[in-house]
């Protein structure tokens, strides 16, 4: 690995959706104050979409971290965390009672299940704790498990919902829920965002600001001409940018390099192939045309 080359601590450009590294751009910065507003404000549902690789799971941890520390106003909040919700009914509601602790009697009694959730949301809300429950990849969801999501949202008292939701999906998530036999779950969703990739600018300060993180200092490893390329291939998507980064900076550390040239990130970008390869034509064509244009 290049870590010893570069002086760094650790992998600057993992996968992983590591909270070390979170990125606070415009995008990421817009969700994070929609999900807090809405969930002090007491919403029942939430929808967060994005396209694959513009960081849903990791703002999902965010926001969990954000209420696990009480929030701005130090209230309680009980977490149910649902990362693959390609579930049944059923399966579904026993998850969450899994991650809310909750023993069930009889998990074979739809009736059983859900009472005992009740009355679990029902002790919460004496005690003054809110329950959140989080689904990532709800696009993945079957239709008959949504509905079964909307009627136990259903429960609450006089003064607030006993449950909130937050649906982190791609944008496939939107098609689902334009159904109509899914029109009243749709109508119960007060706040959604959906996450952008990174600008150009953005990607140039990512990039500075992971291997930060990962602890290099000194020069830039990505020059300005370079980290705008990267963004131009990437999309700013930072999936992308990630992948293309790591592979940029292996060609640097094994071609002996101090930093990453423009021709290294060209290979490290056709190696990958979800990267958008910018066409000699598409760079040159405003240049065309200011050359061609008549004055």
């Not at 449950?163 to 899914?182: I, M, S, T």
Request: hydrophobic content about 40%.
């Amino acid at each position: 690995m290049y870590l010893t080359h570069f002086g760094l601590d650790s992998a600057p450009f993992a996968l992983t959706p590591d909270t070390k590294f979170a990125f606070s751009s415009r995008s990421q910065r817009e969700a994070l104050d929609t999900l807090v507003l809405a969930i002090e404000g007491g919403e029942g549902f939430l929808k967060i979409t994005g396209e694959v690789g513009t960081g849903k799971t990791l703002l999902c941890r965010r926001f969990m971290g954000y209420l696990a520390s009480g929030g701005a106003a130090g209230e309680r909040y009980r977490t149910a965390y649902v990362p693959n919700p390609c579930l049944s009914p059923r399966t579904l509601l026993l998850a969450i009672a899994r991650e809310l602790k909750v023993r069930i009697a009889n998990v074979n009694s739809d009736s059983e299940i859900l009472e005992t959730l009740n009355r679990t949301l029902l002790r919460s809300a004496k005690r003054g704790s809110r329950v959140v429950v989080c689904l990532d990849e709800a696009q993945a969801m079957p239709i008959e498990t949504l509905e079964a999501l909307r009627l136990v949202s259903n429960l609450e008292t006089e003064q607030r919902k006993l449950l909130q939701v937050v649906l982190f999906g791609q944008p496939e998530l939107d098609g689902k829920l334009a159904r109509n036999d899914l029109r009243q779950l749709r109508t119960r969703i007060a706040f959604h965002y959906e996450l952008g990739a990174l600008s150009a600018a953005e990607t140039e300060v990512y990039l500075a600001h992971r291997l930060r993180v990962a602890g290099h200092r000194g020069s830039a490893l990505f020059p300005r001409d370079v980290a705008r390329t990267l963004h131009e291939h990437a999309r700013g998507v930072p999936r992308l940018v990630n992948i293309i980064a790591h592979k940029s900076l292996l060609l640097a550390y094994g071609q002996g390099t101090p930093r990453v040239t423009p021709r290294q990130l060209r290979a490290a970008a056709k190696d990958t192939p979800q990267a958008h390869t910018a066409s000699l034509l598409r760079l040159l064509l405003p240049r065309w045309l200011r050359l061609g244009a008549p004055g």
